[in-house]
């Protein structure tokens, strides 16, 4: 088990240079060409999102008043709820519009057919059993993950079993490839 503090997260620049961004983890770590990343974004203004080429991404709203996502070809995403994760392609361009102030967001971004993700966000406690990469955050609260306690912020990357609880909200990913 990997316990990551917010506290010791680094502060980085989005690929594209438009925002600033802390990585939680990655496979293989710290490389731009990664199976799978974990990262927190800060939106600042109206921006272009980064272009990944064959990435799929996870999108979480976790802070602010919601924003509206338009990608290229015309469809428009509604981000306007806290904690509910919002898949979609990152290799399609991507312009965010915030609805009322600068937002986070906790993004999942997964090389598309080597990885894939299933999201649950948690509001009690539950038994997590998965053979990959189990990806957990406290998006609210504290939380407590096999005797670990976990503040707001805090992630854990483990696998196998665990059991987590949770006083807020937990983000629960279980990662598999292919």
Not at 5 to 19: I, P, Y
Not at 140 to 169: H, K, M, N, P
Request: with cysteine; glycine share 12%; net charge negative.
């Amino acid at each position: 088990m990997k316990i990551v503090r917010h506290s010791d997260l680094r502060e980085g620049r989005w690929r594209n240079g438009m925002g600033v961004s802390w990585d939680i983890a990655s496979d293989p770590p710290g490389t731009e060409e990664f199976g799978w990343r974990f990262a927190i974004a800060r939106i600042d203004a109206d921006v272009p999102f980064s272009l990944y080429p064959q990435v799929d991404r996870i999108f979480t709203l976790i802070e602010g008043r919601g924003l509206a996502l338009d990608f290229e070809g015309g469809r428009t995403l509604a981000v306007d709820k806290l904690f509910v994760p919002h898949p979609y392609a990152c290799d399609v361009a991507t312009f965010c519009r915030l609805t009322d102030g600068p937002c986070r967001a906790l993004n999942l971004f997964m090389r598309r057919g080597a990885w894939h993700a299933a999201v649950d966000v948690l509001s009690s406690g539950a038994e997590i059993v998965h053979d990959g990469p189990i990806l957990l955050f406290a998006l609210q609260g504290a939380a407590d993950v096999d005797g670990v306690a976990l503040g707001e912020g805090d992630a854990v990357i483990t696998q196998g079993r665990v059991t987590a609880d949770t006083e807020g909200f937990l983000y629960a990913a279980r990662l598999s490839r292919g």
